[in-house]
């Protein structure tokens, strides 16, 4: 039987990997997209097929975190096996200048999306993601006992949410599961996050299109990993014979300095020279060091991840260098052949 999966947040990075990742186990994939004056289906644009084809696995559909009916209406009427619930405002500096929303999107929509599948009554399964971010200034290394204390609008909309579907759980003995993944990057890694931030920079000063690079707070530091092996724990979850929350990272941690340092390094630059600190990029409150312990879920799913930090600092920069012109499509791809780890982005060779 094919299982039918709902995504919400399916044009983001981790959708788009997952989507990926489920077509390739013959899932029926539909997505929550919002409509929007311009296209923002470029991270799903190389998988998605005309409707009318016969045989298509993949369906798109309108609808917002803030429209309770709507999401209600999708789930009567896709009725899915399992649901991943990646949408949010998920934007930390953001979330500063943008409380109110952040609350609406990221805390609500997640009850609205709860509330929708209680009352259609239809048994599915729940992925919620949660973030590292709801630790805030917890010491580390953190794991699924670490006392939330968080630090951002983001974090404590994420810190409600996750309550909320242990309580689904707990009340309605709904299969709901809070993957409580680190950071987590990519090619497709949304372009004003730091890692992405600085790759696509450096692009962008070999090309002469940009001479500096404006950062805030370089000494923060953060557990990141390979998003593509991320997104396979979020399904690890959701085939589990029981519901539960899990840790998802390397439990490897690098300040921000040290990603400029690498990435700058491996094109043979001294970020020293390109990069200056605009306040502008500060947080009211900062997180200042994420590390993960995900001895549960290495243990209980058998997730293990292959991509370490250098080799995700290399994809990203490669990756950015292809799409500047700077590196034939698939070259940066051939020494991670040899490691077993395939990061091939289909979308850059349309
Ligand atoms: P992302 O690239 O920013 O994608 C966010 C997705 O949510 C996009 O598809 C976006 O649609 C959609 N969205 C935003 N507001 C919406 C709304 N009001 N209604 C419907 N859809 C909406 O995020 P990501 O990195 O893939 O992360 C996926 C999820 O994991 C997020 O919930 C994030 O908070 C969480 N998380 C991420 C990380 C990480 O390191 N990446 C770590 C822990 C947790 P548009 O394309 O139209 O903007
Ligand atoms: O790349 P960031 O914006 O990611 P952040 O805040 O850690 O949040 C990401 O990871 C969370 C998981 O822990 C997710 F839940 C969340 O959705 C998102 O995906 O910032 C990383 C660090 C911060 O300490 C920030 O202050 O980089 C620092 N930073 C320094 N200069 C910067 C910049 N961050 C951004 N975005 N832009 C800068 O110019």
């Not at 298509?56 to 619930?85: R, V």
């Not at 990646?86 to 805390?107: C, K, N, W």
């Not at 990141?224 to 941690?253: C, F, H, K, N």
């Not at 060091?289 to 995700?312: C, I």
Request: net charge negative; with cysteine; glycine share 6%.
């Amino acid at each position: 039987m094919t299982k039918v999966a709902l995504i919400t947040g399916i044009t983001g990075q981790d959708g788009s990997y997952l989507t990926e990742l489920l077509l390739s186990k013959d899932y029926e994939v539909h997505g929550l997209i919002r409509r929007s004056s311009t296209f923002n289906t470029d991270r799903i644009d190389h998988i998605y097929e005309d409707p009318h084809k016969i045989g298509t696995q993949i369906f798109l559909h309108y609808g917002d975190l803030n429209d309770g009916g709507q999401l209600s209406n999708l789930i009567y009427n896709i009725k899915p096996d399992e649901i991943y619930h990646l949408a949010a405002q998920s934007h930390v500096r953001v979330s500063f200048d943008m409380p109110e929303y952040t609350g609406d999107i990221t805390a609500i929509g997640t009850t609205r999306l709860l509330e929708a599948i209680r009352r259609s009554g239809i048994k599915t399964k729940f992925y919620q993601a949660s973030s590292s971010e709801m630790f805030g200034d917890a010491p580390p290394p953190q794991n699924e006992n670490t006392l939330f204390k968080p630090r951002s609008p983001y974090a404590c909309a994420k810190v409600y949410a996750y309550w909320m579907v242990r309580n689904y759980r707990e009340g309605y003995n709904l299969f709901a599961c809070n993957g409580i993944l680190f950071n987590h990057e990519s090619p497709r890694r949304g372009e004003t996050f730091v890692t992405r931030k600085i790759t696509r920079g450096i692009a962008k000063i070999l090309t002469n299109k940009q001479d500096k690079l404006y950062l805030g707070n370089l000494e923060a530091k953060r557990d990141w990993g390979y998003a593509p092996e991320y997104v396979e724990a979020m399904y690890l979850m959701l085939q589990q014979d029981s519901p539960d929350d899990y840790v998802i990272g390397l439990g490897e941690t690098h300040s921000v300095k040290e990603f400029l340092e690498e990435a700058f390094a491996y094109v043979n630059l001294d970020w020293k020279d390109y990069v200056k600190i605009d306040e502008r990029y500060f947080r009211p409150t900062e997180v200042e060091l994420l590390l993960a312990d995900s001895t549960k879920a290495r243990k209980e799913l058998k997730w293990q991840p292959k991509v370490n930090f250098k080799d995700l600092v290399k994809i990203m920069v490669d990756a950015d260098m292809e799409l500047a012109g700077l590196l034939p499509i698939g070259e940066g791809q051939k020494i991670f052949k040899t490691k077993g780890i395939d990061w091939t982005e289909n979308r850059m060779t349309k």
